[in-house]
């Protein structure tokens, strides 16, 4: 693709235009993160190039085996396996300044920790860059002598714990390359002052069987790191056949039926059932960008978190909208070129000889 088509090879949106004109050979996941996350939850590895198309052929060959079609198979993935990817984290449970292991409590307690009690409660800290900033003064005041390295990369792992660590991440509680057990996030931040390790995550806790990683080229994944995402895949796999028989619990609460939508939200949301895509039109100040984003945020808090974006705790609102270039939300926008239209884009037409032949310009062309 990168030969024949460098221009839009690498964009999601190219990828869904080919797989519009060949379902039979794509996948409808356009995003890479996402075609690698359904091929962990099948327990397969997926493949070591990176790129859009690489893993068209698992999904292909998966579709033929089922008898169903590309969408089909895609639909039911997401069904099966939530439509939005999670990360795996590990988090150390033992503490080299009083040399002893927090493992049984967090076991225990279902929660997850970390210590560094010298950084009071951050459930006040903004998930910004300032935010960050906080937690190292924080670190720099208690000692003020202390390795700018170290105190960065400590501020990096509590800043990570407060906001990255989302709502159904996975957590491998861990002592060297020893996993003491998989647990599954599912809430908030709070802060127990009375605990060694005060800054925690309640979790569910899906394996208690210890095991070693299976990669460990180089070194140990995550060595001496308190909070570190995992992605060598080896790892990731393993932590996916341990919990295969697990269920994935649904996203979020389900208090009861939710308030339907109205006016044009309402809309747009039975274009999207019966279509798939919609397109808001009309010059410009009428609200064409309000409404679709409006619209965005209440269709994803309810199929993410069965409530109304209203509802959503800080958190979950951070993880439908991004927490701005430290991770990608749920909710995104796409800005076009002013001078670009929605037509111009690769044109199919038929050339003399009855074959089909693709150029780029306008549809309107002749």
């Known amino acids: 693709m990168n030969r024949v088509a460098q221009d839009v090879s690498n964009l999601a949106w190219g990828h869904k235009y080919l797989y519009l004109m060949s379902p039979e050979k ?17 327990l397969q590895p997926p493949p070591q190039q990176e790129g859009r198309y690489v893993a ?17 198979l895609t639909a039911v993935l997401n069904r099966r396996d939530g439509r939005t990817p999670y990360s795996y984290w590990r988090i150390g449970t033992f503490s080299y300044s009083d040399q002893k292991s927090y493992w049984e409590t967090m076991r225990q307690g279902n929660f997850i920790a970390v210590g ?28 003020p002598h202390a390795n700018s390295s170290s105190v960065g990369r400590a501020a990096q792992q509590l800043f990570h714990f407060r906001w990255s660590i989302a709502l159904d991440d996975l957590v491998l509680a861990s002592t060297g390359a ?14 127990d002052p009375s605990n060694s390790f005060p800054h925690q995550l309640p979790v569910e806790w899906l394996s208690l069987e210890a095991w070693q990683q299976p990669d ?30 697990v269920p994935l619990p649904p996203r979020g609460p389900t208090p009861g039926p939710l308030p339907r939508l109205q006016g044009i939200p309402a809309r747009v949301q039975a274009i999207l059932e019966r279509k798939g895509q919609v397109i808001l039109y009309g010059p410009p100040g009428t609200g064409k960008t309000y409404w679709a984003e409006f619209t965005a945020r209440q269709l994803a808090a309810r199929s993410c978190f069965g409530a109304t ?6 958190e979950q609102q951070a993880q439908l909208l991004g927490n701005g270039n430290l991770a ?39």
């Open 328 to 366: 990608r939300g749920n909710v995104r926008m796409c800005s076009f070129h002013p001078c670009i239209g929605y037509l111009e884009h690769p044109v199919r037409h038929l050339t003399g000889h009855s074959t089909t032949a693709y150029r780029w310009g306008l549809e309107r062309d002749p």
């Open 56 to 72: 068209a052929g698992r999904f292909v060959a998966l579709a033929h085996l089922l008898s169903v079609t590309m969408n089909n």
């Open 26 to 42: 794509l996948d409808d996941f356009h995003n890479p993160d996402y075609q690698r996350f359904h091929l962990m939850r099948l």
């Open 178 to 191: 020893t996993v003491l057990g998989i647990g599954r996030v599912t809430g908030g931040y709070r802060y």
């Open 309 to 314: 974006f209203e509802q959503l705790t800080t």
């Open 116 to 143: 560094l009690s010298q950084v009071v409660d951050l459930s006040g800290i903004p998930n910004t860059k300032a935010g960050k900033d906080q937690i190292r003064e924080a670190l720099l005041a208690q000692d």
């Open 216 to 245: 460990q080229q180089s070194d140990i994944e995550g060595k001496l790191t308190t909070v570190h995402r995992m992605t060598r895949p080896r790892n990731l796999l393993e932590v996916e056949k341990r919990i295969y028989q």
